[in-house]
Every structure is written in structure tokens, then in C-alpha cells.
């Protein structure tokens, strides 16, 4: 684990894992999480990814161990994106594979699409690139109403749409709760209220770095219509589809998408 003091009151936490031989110097891989969760959602990676890689997984601000003061919290692309090179630059790396779920894949398109020197390719889990149109109170309940309360209840409400609970590991569901949970009221409805602003779809062209599209056919925020429209706005991107799944492709079938992940990247030379 690191920390990176950013700006004032603005402390970053990432976990850094490295079991690669000590005397080679590995390419680096970043996994990003998604909305009010962290790093720790990526546990069952690690094992899969670090003998060949440095696995970085940051804490977005606000989020898991990063900190900021509620009332100076913005959420923004621009910010995590300039959070995110500061990490890199903090530890000397130039160049990463990115991989990120849901929102955590938004921000990748977003940085690769600004720093494509950096970004050698791109693994999307479940991420649309414009999230389902919401109003504040929808059929699942006033969203905002329960994130008031807090992040738990709000998450409690509305699981489904981020793990398919009919196929995830006993426990998972209350232990993704209570992790979501961690993140405070404030935080989570900024940036809730930020990411229905998000629509990526204008930008998908000008991504040029080689992208998998890794989604559960029966996903209801990354629907297979859009991820469908995503492939074949990417320049070079794969679709590749697990069937009968919802949400949640990377926290239930690792060892499935980190699989899909290697043979994308022998099909794609990272240079």
C-alpha cells in the first residue's frame, strides 16, 4: 500500500503489488474501480495478474483510503484523470494497461483518449459509455433520498444493477455492500450527480488504443445493445460477451476475463 499527497487535503491511496523476478522491471497494469468503491474490489486479480505485472490499483479521492474534505470534493474527469498521472509519475511509469469497471472504464476512454502515449491498451468491464437516464426518483425508489441516508441503502436498493446476484459467491453481495458503504453520503451523491451528466458516446472514435470490451450478455447498465454500438464506434476494439450474466463480469468470473485479457494483449504488441 502508498499513499501520494496530491494537494492540500488530498491524500491518494493505491496498492502497489509486485511478484514479479526482482531483477526484471515489469510492465504495469492499473485496475480501476468504479463508483464508491475501491482497489479492494480487485482482490481476486492480483494473484492472476502480479507475477507478470505491477498491479496498481488506486483508491479514487474520496473513495476507500483516499481521503478529501467532503465540502471541497469536485468530481471530474479532468481531476481524476490528473490524479491518476500523478500516481504514474510519482512511481516512474510511462506507460500502463488499463483496465477499469463500470465508471472506472468511462475514466479509462476518457484518459486514453487524452494521453494515448500512455496507455498501451484498454480492458473495459462492464462500462457503457453513457450510464441509463435517470431521474432523482425512478422505479427502484428516490436514489437520492436513499443516498442521504447513506451509500449502503442506496446500494442495498439498487445491487442489481452492479453484481448479478444470482451468480456471485455467497457473501459477496453483503461484503460489496458494506464496502460501497465506506464511501460518504456527500461524495456519493456528487458524484452520482456528475457521472448522469457523462456521454462518451461523441468521443468513442478518437479512442485509437486497442480495447476489450469484456460485458454479461444480461448486464442492465451496460447493456449488450451498447457495448455492441461501443465496438464498432472503437477503431480496435473486441466485444466479447459472457452469457446469461449481469453485472459484475469482473468480481464473479476473474479468472474468465483476466484470461480474455491475455489473449488480447499476445493479439495486440503493447509498444
Not at 483516499?66 to 512511481?91: T, V
Amino acid at each position: 500500500m502508498a499513499t501520494l499527497n496530491v494537494a492540500p487535503g488530498v491524500e491518494l491511496h493505491y496498492w502497489d503489488d509486485d511478484f514479479t523476478d526482482p531483477w526484471r522491471e515489469p510492465p504495469a497494469i492499473i485496475l480501476q474501480h468504479g463508483f464508491s468503491r475501491s482497489g479492494r474490489f480487485w482482490y481476486n486479480w492480483v494473484p492472476l495478474l502480479s507475477r507478470e505485472y505491477r498491479v496498481l490499483r488506486p483508491d479514487l479521492r474520496g473513495m476507500g483510503e483516499s481521503s478529501i474534505a467532503e465540502d471541497a470534493y469536485e468530481a471530474s474527469l479532468d481531476i481524476f484523470m490528473a490524479d491518476l498521472n500523478a500516481i504514474l509519475d510519482s512511481n516512474g511509469i510511462s506507460r500502463v494497461v488499463y483496465v477499469g469497471e463500470s465508471f472506472g472504464g468511462i475514466l479509462g476512454l476518457s484518459y486514453a483518449r487524452s494521453f494515448p502515449d500512455r496507455v498501451a491498451a484498454l480492458c473495459l468491464c462492464n462500462t457503457p459509455c453513457r450510464l441509463p437516464r435517470r431521474g432523482r426518483t425512478d422505479p427502484e425508489g428516490d436514489w437520492d433520498t436513499a443516498m442521504r441516508q447513506s451509500i449502503g441503502d442506496w446500494s442495498t436498493a439498487t445491487i442489481n444493477n452492479r453484481l448479478d446476484t444470482r451468480f456471485a459467491p455467497e457473501g459477496m453481495k453483503d461484503w460489496y455492500i458494506s464496502e460501497m458503504d465506506r464511501t460518504s453520503s456527500s461524495i456519493g451523491r456528487k458524484l452520482q450527480g456528475y457521472l448522469d451528466t457523462l456521454d462518451f458516446r461523441p468521443h468513442l472514435k478518437e479512442v485509437t488504443t486497442p480495447t476489450l470490451l469484456l460485458t454479461g450478455e444480461e448486464s442492465p447498465t451496460s447493456t449488450l445493445e451498447q457495448q455492441q454500438f461501443m465496438a464498432d464506434q472503437l477503431p480496435n476494439s473486441r466485444l466479447v460477451v459472457y452469457p446469461g450474466l449481469g453485472h459484475g463480469i469482473n468480481a464473479i468470473h476473474p479468472e474468465w476475463c483476466v484470461a480474455q485479457l491475455r489473449e488480447f494483449l499476445g493479439a495486440w504488441p503493447q509498444t
